[in-house]
C-alpha cells in the first residue's frame, strides 16, 4: 500500500505556496523567489480575435487589472489554500470584501442575520447603508446559536458572523450556526479577521464564506489596507465579474505583494502575538486598577472551553476596564509610550484604542450598552515587541490612574 503523502505543515504551506507565477518567459529563463509585482493596469492581446474572446469569456487571458491581476492571483491562490477553501478574492480593504460578499449574495428586499457586535464599519454597513439599499440586517447576540435560528425570515439570504468578535470578543459557536443555517439553505459568512487561517478555518466548519480584513494580521505591518474573501469556485467567480467589475473594489498590485509577503511570516508572527497576549492579560488581571480582562485565553472567559476547542490559539487581542471607568481608560491611553494610540490592530506594534468614541463610534450609547461595549472598555491588539517592555509600559500608565 503507498503511503499517503503527508501534507506540509502551516509554515511551509505559508511560505512556499503552491510554487505558481514565479516563472517569467522572458529572453533568459527566471525564477523569483517572490512574486513580481505586475505594476500594470491592462494586458496586451495577441490580435482582434483574442481580445474578442477574452471578452466572451472564452479565454482566460488577463485584460485589466480590475478584474484580475497577477500578483493578485497569487495571492489569491494562497489565501483560497490557507483557508481550505476552492477560490477567494482579493479586495481593496476589509469593507469592500463586506459589501462585496454581501452584495453578492443580497438584492432589494433581502434579510441579513449576523452578530450584534460587529466590526464598527461593518456595523454601520448593515444598519445604515444597506438598509438605504432595502437590505435587511437583524443583529443578535452572537453567544448563543439559538439567537440566530429565531431570527431567521423566509427572505433570509446570509448569515454573518464575526468571532471572535471586535472589540468585545464574544465567541460564536461556528458549526451550530451552520447546522442551522444548512437546514434552511442559508449560506454563513465569517469574518476571519481575529483568528487568520492560522487559528481557524471556518470553511472546514461547514461555513460558505471566509472574510478578512487583511489590513490586520495577514499584512501584519501596519502598511496595507486590504480585504479578502474565500469560498466556492462559482461564488467567487460571480463576486468578481458581476460586484468586483461594477462596484470596482480591487486591490493594488502593489498591496497584492505586501500580503504575499506577510503570509510568508504569518504563522511565526501569530504565535508570538499569542505568546504576548497570554503573558499581558494576565498581567491585566493580577493588577489592582483593572477591572475585568476580556481575553478568550483566559479561564474566566465566559468562552473560554469554545475558544480552546473551535480555535487553535486564543489571538492576540485583548479588551479590559480599568477603575476610574472611562475617565481610568482615558489616563492609561494617553500616557502609554511604548504602545501607539491607534485603530487598527494585528500590526507588529502594540495598538490600543477606545472602542467607544473610536472604531465602534458607530453604535449609539444604548446599542453600546446592549452589545457589551462598556464605555470604560480599551482595546489592545499586542505586538511583538518584547513582552516586558509592554508590561512595563502599561503598569506606568496605570499607575497615573
Ligand atoms: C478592520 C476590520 C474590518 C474592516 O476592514 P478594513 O480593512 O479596515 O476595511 C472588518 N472586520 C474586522 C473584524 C476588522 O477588524
Known amino acids: 500500500m ?69 500578483t493578485q492571483t497569487a495571492l489569491e491562490i494562497e489565501m483560497a489554500y490557507l483557508e481550505k ?18 452584495l453578492n449574495c443580497c438584492q432589494v428586499g433581502d434579510h441579513i442575520v449576523s452578530g450584534d457586535t460587529l466590526y464598527g464599519g461593518t456595523h454601520q ?21 439559538a439567537n440566530f ?50 487559528l481557524q478555518n471556518p470553511l472546514e466548519m461547514g461555513a460558505d464564506i471566509v472574510l478578512h480584513s487583511a489590513t490586520k494580521y495577514i499584512g501584519g505591518h501596519g502598511d496595507t489596507v486590504a480585504g479578502i474573501l474565500v469560498g466556492k469556485a462559482d461564488w467567487i467567480m460571480q463576486a468578481r465579474m458581476e460586484i468586483l467589475r461594477d462596484v470596482g473594489g480591487c486591490i493594488s498590485p502593489f498591496n497584492a505583494w505586501l500580503l ?8 511565526v508572527r501569530m504565535d508570538r502575538h499569542m ?64 504602545c501607539t494610540l491607534a485603530v487598527s490592530l494585528g500590526d507588529v506594534d502594540t495598538l490600543i484604542e477606545h472602542p467607544a468614541t473610536m472604531t465602534h463610534s458607530t453604535y449609539n450609547e444604548e446599542e453600546l450598552l446592549t452589545v457589551g461595549i462598556d464605555p470604560a472598555m480599551v482595546r489592545i491588539s499586542v505586538g511583538l515587541e518584547n513582552v516586558e517592555d509592554i508590561i512595563a509600559d502599561l503598569r506606568q500608565a496605570l499607575a497615573l490612574i
Open 85 to 102: 477553501g476552492e477560490a477567494a478574492l482579493a479586495l481593496a480593504s476589509g469593507m469592500a470584501a463586506a459589501t462585496t460578499a454581501v
Open 149 to 198: 435560528a429565531k431570527a431567521i425570515k423566509k427572505n433570509t439570504k446570509l448569515i454573518y458572523l464575526e468571532t471572535p468578535a471586535n472589540p468585545t470578543l464574544v465567541l460564536t459557536d461556528i458549526k451550530a450556526v451552520v447546522k442551522i443555517a444548512r437546514a434552511k439553505g442559508i449560506p454563513v459568512l465569517v469574518d476571519n479577521t481575529f483568528c487568520t487561517p492560522y
Open 260 to 267: 504575499l509577503r506577510g503570509l510568508k511570516t504569518l504563522p
Open 275 to 338: 505568546a504576548n497576549a497570554m503573558e499581558v492579560a494576565q498581567f491585566l488581571s493580577y493588577h489592582p486598577k483593572v477591572d475585568k480582562v476580556i481575553f478568550p485565553g483566559l479561564k474566566t472567559h465566559p468562552q473560554h472551553q469554545l475558544a480552546a476547542s473551535q480555535q487553535r490559539g486564543f489571538g492576540g487581542m485583548i479588551s479590559f476596564m480599568v477603575s476610574g471607568g472611562r475617565e481610568g481608560g482615558r489616563v492609561v491611553m494617553d500616557n502609554v509610550k511604548l
Open 2 to 70: 503507498a503511503a499517503r503523502k503527508k501534507e506540509p505543515g502551516f509554515a511551509t504551506l505559508c511560505i512556499h505556496g503552491k510554487k505558481h507565477l514565479d516563472k517569467h518567459e522572458g529572453e533568459k529563463p527566471i525564477r523569483a523567489i517572490s512574486t513580481p509585482i505586475f505594476q500594470s493596469s491592462t494586458f496586451a492581446f495577441e490580435n482582434a480575435e483574442h481580445g474578442a474572446a477574452v471578452f466572451r469569456g472564452e479565454d482566460a487571458s488577463y485584460v485589466y487589472t480590475r478584474l484580475g491581476n497577477p
Open 125 to 145: 454597513l448593515f444598519t445604515q447603508t444597506l438598509p438605504r439599499m432595502g437590505i435587511t440586517v437583524t443583529e443578535v447576540p452572537a453567544n448563543d446559536p
